[in-house]
DNA sequence: GGCAGTACTGTACCCGTGGTACAGTTTTTG
DNA sequence: CAAAAACTGTACCACGGGTACAGTACTGCC
């Protein structure tokens, strides 16, 4: 990796500290140089504006998140063959790792700019779109193979079961938030677990 | 009611739109005052600073959403003597008029100030807590009705669950903000319905 | 009718932040 | 060693939040 390279990513790791902690307008971008220990003009040679910095912290957020979530899956692939019980188990892992993130959770990011839309361009908009579009086929996907073995007790559409998970995750951000309780995010999630055990497991006497 | 109320309730209004549309950070004062027909002076007169403005607003919200509840709980309460099909009823009616409401979306305020949080001041988020805290109290008072009569099939926290309302709505509303798709939040509330019925209803063969 | 509030208007000004312009300097690399 | 990449430094502009304060127009009340 070229000293370019480098700055650029210090100066990424540094914004998204500040962003994580206080978000986007509350961040400036004299605090991310001092912090980053660069200039403001060397901030701009990196970045044109400061859209472009939204715009690159989504793009690395979204490769970070599906690794995330490919590990995730691969660690309940270990555990289990049944595809309801892999996403039990996915489920429970997501909750703990909710848990043991201690201040800035990932995810935050995305609903940010989604939060303050029309403050960012176009580029920010597509990248948050493109996101949330991944996590719901990635669901999507799994929820299916659930539904081939095991029939659906109640009439729901995949797709938005799908996006329930991101739903999940975001609003309980939102509620952790407001409540300055970081542990709402993960019992919200176990109750997703809940509902998907309900929805699909066979019932057993 | 006074000239100067009245005067003051405008400037509220504008503001509202404008910030449900546009986020509140990207809203000017220049703007508000200039939709509102008024100066910037006049502005403040009636608040402070635009911490004040947020302020006055949620605890505006505050009040319209607890009649909105309160006006789907009667509704629920007029066509059922069950509580948990009350519940049903209320979730549907609920998702009916999230489908319903046009283009800005109540609730959000209150995730706006959680999500720019460091950006308000205490007052400002105290109020939003107390938004949140109430919210809970109501749902979980009708989850714990509900218990009493249908043992849970599963075993879930009754506060959670009472969270799970808004944090559904609040999800909701940042994925379909991020997917510009306003259908989605109404979607995910359908989804919890369906999460509580599986929970709470008797099975029937 | 007059007078004290209340509800403003108008002007002028300060500061912080995003952003531009551009010349000069150091560092890396072929 | 030269060119390109990666910066630094300085000076500057526009916009938005916010202050200060003097003046003006309604409004209710004795």
Chains 1, 2 share one sequence.
């Not at 902690?21 to 400036?28: C, H, L, V």
């Not at 029309?118 to 193979?145: C, I, M, P, S």
């Not at 407001?178 to 699909?200: D, W």
């Amino acid at each position: 990796m070229s000293r370019g390279s480098e700055t650029r990513d210090r100066i990424m790791d540094v914004a998204q500290d500040a962003i994580l902690a206080k978000g986007f307008d509350a961040t400036s971008i004299e605090e991310i140089v001092a912090n980053a220990e660069i200039t403001k003009s060397g901030f701009f040679y990196h970045f044109k504006d400061k859209n472009a910095l939204a715009h690159a912290l989504i793009e690395r957020h979204i490769v970070i998140e599906d690794e995330i979530f490919d590990d995730l899956e691969a660690r309940a692939k270990e555990l289990s063959d049944d595809p309801l019980q892999r996403m039990l188990i996915g489920l429970k892992l997501l909750a703990e790792l909710l848990d043991d993130i201690p201040d800035g959770h990932p995810g935050c990011i995305v609903a940010t700019a989604a939060y303050q839309d029309r403050l960012f361009d176009k580029d920010v908009r597509e990248a948050n779109l493109r996101a949330v579009l991944g996590w719901r086929q990635r669901f999507k996907r799994q929820f299916e193979e659930i539904a081939k073995l095991y029939p659906p007790k109640e009439d729901v559409d995949l797709a938005a079961l799908a996006d329930m998970v991101s739903s999940t995750v975001e609003g309980g951000l939102v509620m952790s938030r407001a409540l300055n309780n970081p542990a709402i995010t993960s019992e919200q999630v176990m109750l997703l677990r809940s509902y998907v055990k309900l929805l699909f497991a066979p019932r057993m006497h």
